[in-house]
């Protein structure tokens, strides 16, 4: 599917047949082409019309690339990476934006449909303001957009690390916890990957030798950039928080394997006489004086049932139950 929308002459045009791309490319309009899914056909545009070099409408198709900025002189190729879904309790997924810059036209090219660039779309079709201030303020919108969708995403992950912390005191499945934190781990690591990139990107994007990007709306690049900064030192304390809470979480297990241990050896300990008594009482020597008695089977065990009494006082006083 193939979308765009043109500036000239203080109008905006939409959904315009794409035979009339090459007319406002040679009148100097300024042009955003969005492709979604794009098929053969349509992908032949980025050669035939905009004449792009074959390694990039590479990378387009190749897919699952990290971020990264392309100088061909007359244009620049920019590859993001948005995220998709906000379920912490998933794998995290994400999509490539190929965005080509030049100078009087913006396209945009990816192969899932995605809010965060159909919410930009929207508000440039409908205000001339973003064409006026040039063409380099579309991407400055659609990075905008990109980074934004990351804080609800760390605001999740801080709610889940204290969610966490709460369930490793009372929750009675422990390798359940375990799953949680080591899942979490591995997605903040993994998103930890995606966003270093992409401050690259906008660190090539806020040189000045790049003339495609006007002076003016430099402060805005660099405000996305500010952005991203937060979001990395905020996933870097998360970080840390996890690993402590897989500290705490192990400790609590250790605490656990002691207290159970514990149970253990008092039981043990007490059953320890008791053995002792009936060992002894069970060795087969013909002449043992207390076997006669009468009332010794009675004896035994209330001699037996007064050691577990006291061994049950001694462990209270001691405070080991």
Same mark, same amino acid.
């Given at each position: 599917? &193939?979308?765009?929308? /043109?500036? $000239?002459?203080?109008?905006?045009?939409?959904? !315009?047949?794409?035979?009339? *791309?090459?007319? +406002? %490319?040679?009148?100097?309009?300024?042009?955003?082409?969005?492709?979604?899914?794009?098929?053969?056909?349509?992908?032949?545009?980025?050669?035939?019309?905009?004449?792009?070099?074959?390694?990039?409408?590479?990378?387009?198709?190749?897919?699952?690339?990290?971020?990264?900025?392309?100088?061909?002189?007359?244009?620049?190729? &920019?590859?993001?990476? /948005?995220? $998709?879904?906000?379920?912490?309790?998933?794998? !995290?997924?994400?999509?490539? *934006?190929?965005? +080509? %810059?030049?100078?009087?036209?913006?396209?945009?090219?990816?192969?899932?449909?995605?809010?965060?660039?159909?919410?930009?779309?929207?508000?440039?079709?409908?205000?001339?303001?973003?064409?006026?201030?040039?063409?380099?303020?579309?991407?400055?919108?659609?990075?905008?957009?990109?980074?934004?969708?990351?804080?609800?995403?760390?605001?999740?992950?801080?709610?889940?690390?204290?969610?966490?912390?709460?369930?490793?005191?009372?929750?009675?499945?422990?390798?359940?916890?375990?799953?949680?934190?080591?899942?979490?781990?591995?997605?903040?690591?993994?998103?930890?990957?995606?966003?270093?990139?992409?401050?690259?990107?906008?660190?090539?994007?806020?040189?000045?030798?790049?003339?495609?990007?006007?002076?003016?709306?430099?402060?805005?690049?660099?405000?996305?950039?500010?952005?991203?900064?937060?979001?990395?030192?905020?996933?870097?304390?998360?970080?840390?928080?996890?690993?402590?809470?897989?500290?705490?979480?192990?400790?609590?297990?250790?605490?656990?394997?002691?207290?159970?241990?514990?149970?253990?050896?008092?039981?043990?300990?007490?059953?320890?006489?008791?053995?002792?008594?009936?060992?002894?009482?069970?060795?087969?020597?013909?002449?043992?004086?207390?076997?006669?008695?009468?009332?010794?089977?009675?004896?035994?065990?209330?001699?037996?049932?007064?050691?577990?009494?006291?061994?049950?006082?001694?462990?209270?006083?001691?405070?080991?139950?």
């Amino acid at each position: 599917m &193939i979308r765009g929308l /043109a500036y $000239k002459n203080g109008k905006i045009y939409k959904d !315009f047949p794409v035979e009339k *791309i090459k007319e +406002f %490319l040679s009148d100097s309009a300024l042009i955003w082409l969005d492709m979604e899914k794009p098929d053969e056909k349509e992908l032949s545009l980025l050669n035939d019309v905009f004449h792009f070099h074959p390694l990039a409408i590479e990378d387009c198709v190749k897919r699952q690339q990290r971020a990264k900025v392309d100088d061909y002189k007359d244009y620049y190729f &920019i590859l993001l990476n /948005a995220f $998709k879904g906000r379920d912490v309790n998933r794998h !995290f997924t994400y999509s490539e *934006i190929y965005m +080509f %810059l030049g100078k009087n036209y913006f396209v945009t090219l990816h192969w899932e449909n995605l809010n965060t660039l159909e919410s930009v779309y929207r508000r440039t079709a409908e205000s001339e303001i973003i064409f006026e201030r040039g063409i380099d303020f579309i991407p400055y919108n659609v990075l905008d957009a990109v980074v934004d969708d990351y804080f609800p995403v760390m605001d999740r992950i801080g709610e889940r690390i204290d969610y966490i912390e709460e369930e490793i005191f009372k929750n009675p499945y422990p390798q359940k916890i375990q799953d949680e934190i080591l899942l979490l781990k591995r997605n903040m690591l993994k998103l930890r990957k995606t966003l270093s990139p992409q401050r690259e990107v906008l660190n090539i994007l806020l040189r000045h030798e790049l003339y495609i990007i006007k002076e003016e709306n430099r402060p805005y690049f660099m405000d996305v950039y500010d952005h991203l900064l937060r979001i990395i030192d905020l996933l870097d304390t998360y970080q840390d928080l996890l690993a402590s809470t897989l500290e705490l979480f192990m400790s609590q297990i250790s605490n656990k394997m002691n207290g159970i241990m514990k149970t253990l050896t008092i039981i043990t300990t007490i059953i320890m006489p008791l053995t002792l008594i009936t060992g002894i009482y069970g060795m087969n020597f013909k002449y043992m004086p207390e076997l006669n008695n009468h009332y010794g089977y009675f004896i035994t065990l209330a001699v037996m049932g007064l050691i577990t009494i006291l061994e049950f006082i001694f462990f209270k006083i001691k405070k080991w139950l």
